[in-house]
């Protein structure tokens, strides 16, 4: 495996771009939703849904600069690993949903 020659300027894109990335999917998803409620407060379930998709963004950004740009791997693996991300980012919301849901049938 051969690590291949990064520039300054790849280092900066790759550092910078996926937290914006995730920044604007937020934004977009919570105007998007608040559109579609009238301009009212959205639901809990929105919230998170909006949170889970850009912290996926977040992570599939920065497996795309790890694996195109610093490695140089095939695109085979990177497929891989957004599929091992995604399925991590679904079970990790699941698990907080199903620990939230615990916590509130004890509290009442």
Request: aromatic share 14%; net charge positive.
């Given at each position: ?5 990064i520039d300054s300027v790849d ?97 009442t």
């Amino acid at each position: 495996m051969q690590i291949a020659s990064i520039d300054s300027v790849d280092i900066v894109f790759w550092i910078f771009f996926p937290p914006i990335g995730a920044l604007v999917a937020y934004g977009v998803a919570y105007t998007m939703a608040r559109s579609v409620t009238g301009g009212r407060p959205i639901s809990p379930s929105a919230k998170r849904i909006a949170c889970y998709g850009s912290i996926f963004i977040l992570g599939t950004g920065y497996l795309m600069a790890i694996f195109l740009t610093v490695f140089r791997l095939p695109d085979v693996g990177l497929c891989a690993s957004v599929i091992v991300w995604a399925a991590l980012v679904v079970w990790f919301a699941l698990w907080r949903h199903r620990k939230e849901k615990r916590s509130e049938d004890k509290g009442t």
